[in-house]
């Protein structure tokens, strides 16, 4: 069973533009909720994160938006850059787990 | 600088064999992970150990196994390669605690023939 949804698989984008990655789940014992930002041939880094308490956090052309009702969280990039290409996962944190359940990723390109 | 390595960075190996997979971490973190990262499939947790002298199986974790003798190694192990963990191999590290960053290594590149 997956515990966390990511859409879309993959997002095409022009330069200056909006990207939407929607990430849905299901446990409510979920707590905390980043995104990681992987370049290819690289290591995943981690680009933020939020905790259910908030309903937005946003860092520089990043946020996240967070819909506890509707056990939702999505990551928008404003201005989309080409160097904003990559593959993006969200995950997902269980109260009292140190360990991170992360979704299938997104792979983003921006076009120039 | 404190890091994450792992090595090699691609290995091939042949069906049945022994092969180990290192990673190292200069950070003096507790907690440490090892996933697989397979295209549709996304990043999934092989095994995982929160101190020395501790693991603990994830998701995926048949036909591996990692063993943790001190803090700065976790060497994650397959018995007896096969075709379907022909993967790209990460290991991460974290300081401890729920809310925790994980750093993330380079990856390893594995085929099994």
């Known amino acids: 069973q997956q515990q966390v949804k990511q859409s879309p698989q993959s997002l095409i984008v022009q330069k200056g533009g909006i990207s939407i990655i929607n990430c849905a789940y299901e446990n409510t014992a979920f707590d905390y909720f980043p995104w990681y930002q992987q370049f290819p041939g690289k290591g995943p880094a981690l680009l933020i994160a939020?905790?259910?308490?908030?309903s937005e956090k946003k860092e520089g052309r990043f946020t996240i938006s967070f819909n506890k009702s509707a056990k939702q969280f999505s990551l928008h990039i404003m201005d989309s850059q080409p160097g904003d290409s990559a593959t993006y996962f969200c995950a997902v944190n269980e109260g009292g787990s140190e360990k991170l359940v992360f979704g299938k990723g997104t792979k983003l390109t921006v076009n120039p | 600088d404190a890091e994450i390595t792992q090595s090699p960075r691609h290995k091939i190996t042949e069906t049945g064999r022994q092969v180990t997979l290192a990673c190292h971490q200069t950070w003096n973190h507790n907690n440490m992970f090892w996933y697989r990262q397979d295209l549709g499939h996304g990043l999934r947790l092989i095994h995982y150990s929160y101190g020395v002298q501790d693991t603990n199986k994830g998701e995926v974790s048949d036909g591996y196994s990692v063993s943790r003798s001190n803090t700065e190694d976790l060497p994650l192990t397959l018995e007896s390669a096969a075709s379907s963990q022909t993967s790209v191999y990460f290991c991460a590290s974290s300081t401890g605690g729920p809310k925790d960053t994980q750093y993330f290594g380079p990856g390893t590149r594995l085929t099994v023939l």
């Open positions: 939020i905790r259910p308490d908030v």
